[in-house]
């Protein structure tokens, strides 16, 4: 999965240009395009409008997630086209107090339900008044690959 913050059209428009990548490689090579060669593919869309005169760099950073190997990996564009693996990232408006509880409170053992309550309390950290229906969130995992948390399913785990 992809997600970003920033100029709107900006998003839209690189979330179809990674699609059309993704596209492109099954076509390929028979097979879903790996985590890191989707974010690289990102970062270099990204780094490629730095260089010339008349276009303006996205305006947008990124958060890409999937499983390779049968890890799950997290990566982050930002505009300038670096590219960094994670093991949980935060980007957008409180993005650097949620990055920094993350930081403090992730452990390499943390179980799926702990880390729900991880990400939501430290998006409160960078939003104190956030509720669980301005909270995107999605659980990339083995099994179920991409699972897209609700506002109710946060409400049902006590997170409200």
Known sequence: GIVNSGLVADGRTLVDETRNEAQTYLM?????????????????????????GGVRPYGVSTIIGGIKDGN??????????????WNAVAIGKGGQETQEHLEEEWSENISEEDAVELAVNSLREGEEDIGVENIELAIVGEEDRYHRVEPGELEERGLE
């Open 28 to 52: 390929t090579y028979d097979e879903e395009i790996p985590p890191p060669v989707l974010a690289k593919f990102v970062a270099d869309r990204c780094q490629q409008f730095t260089q010339y």
């Open 72 to 85: 799950p990996k997290v990566y982050q564009t930002d505009p300038s086209g670096t590219l960094n693996q």
